[in-house]
């Protein structure tokens, strides 16, 4: 039997993931199978079993199931400890053992810095939002040694409690929460919108100010185009991208935890670029 991946989540149907592993597996010639796979809300941790009893190997979890991930690993690699949340799953022979990881950071970092060519080391960088996705991409954000790292929250109270809870992870970089009132006093050479406003075809509370002249607004959100937040920000002078290089990219990296070797990134980010 070829060795069998999944990704689970709630809902599931839109997830681009079968796509781009199955993309990997041509470019690598390998033979193993990726589903879509939709958990119950109330039974993640029975659909992960079941996933595993059938012969899973490995799985990607998405929204809302990260943090209930992070609560079934036995194991965790210090990113997703950082973060609290785990994304990716590696099923090894002791049938009790899960090994959690959590591959967003290194995701967005590396589209960032290799694909789009930005560098985050000394720059300033704010992200936008305090959810599961901050969550999993500050410690990584910090460890490229940006001048400045803010987070800016509609509620300031759960931006200034992530900040408490990753401070240990976050190699001594000047690292502050900016309320959203105070944001038309700041500005930043890299804007990232980790919020789901997008989803919804909204616009996070950002002023235009906020952009420098040239500088990067990287939108999490994929597939919708140019969303209110990267059209105020190309307005503003900002390059504008949105977030399928970041999706591509963790993925990259569960393909490495899984079968231990790296495949070619950019042609699977052009194609899923042709195809949105
Ligand atoms: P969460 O639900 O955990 O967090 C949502 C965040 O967005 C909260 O901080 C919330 O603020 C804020 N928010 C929601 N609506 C608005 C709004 N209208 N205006 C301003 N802020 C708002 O979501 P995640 O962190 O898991 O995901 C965030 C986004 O990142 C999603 O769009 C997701 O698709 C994307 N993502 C993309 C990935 C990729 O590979 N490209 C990987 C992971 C995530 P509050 O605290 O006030 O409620």
């Known amino acids: 039997m070829i060795d069998q991946y999944a990704v689970i989540g709630n809902p599931i149907a839109h997830s681009r993931s079968p796509e781009i592993h199955a993309a990997f597996a041509r470019q690598l010639g390998h033979q193993f199978s990726y589903l879509r796979i939709e958990a119950p809300l109330c039974d993640f941790v029975g659909t992960v079993r079941a996933f595993r009893r059938d012969g899973g190997k490995g799985a990607n979890v998405t929204v809302p199931f990260k ?16 973060a609290g949340a785990a994304n990716t799953f590696c099923f090894g022979l002791d049938p009790d053992a899960v090994f959690a990881d959590n591959t967003d950071g290194v995701g967005l970092v590396r589209d960032i810095r290799q694909n789009i060519g930005v560098p985050i080391a000394q720059r300033r960088v704010l992200v936008l939002g305090a959810g599961g996705a901050t969550r999993g991409v500050l410690a990584a954000l910090a460890a490229e040694g940006p001048a400045e790292l803010a987070v800016a929250n509609r509620t300031f109270s759960t931006a200034q409690q992530l900040l408490a809870d990753l401070s240990p992870y976050l190699n001594d970089i000047r690292a502050h929460v900016v309320d959203v009132a105070a944001l038309p006093e700041h500005r930043f050479d890299l804007v990232i919108n980790a919020t789901s406003a997008s989803l919804f075809g909204d616009l996070p509370l950002v002023p235009p100010t906020c952009f420098d002249l040239g500088g990067l ?3 999490m959100m994929y597939g919708k185009g140019l969303t209110p937040f990267l059209a105020l920000a190309q307005a503003a002078g900002a390059q504008a991208v949105d977030g399928i290089g970041m999706l591509v990219e963790q993925a990259a990296e569960s393909c490495w935890l899984w079968r231990g070797v790296r495949p070619e990134t950019k042609p699977v980010i052009a194609m899923l670029k042709r195809a949105l």
């Open 67 to 82: 943090l209930e991930a992070f609560a079934m690993g036995t194991d965790h690699s210090q990113r997703a400890i950082a």
């Open 217 to 219: 607004a990287y939108d």
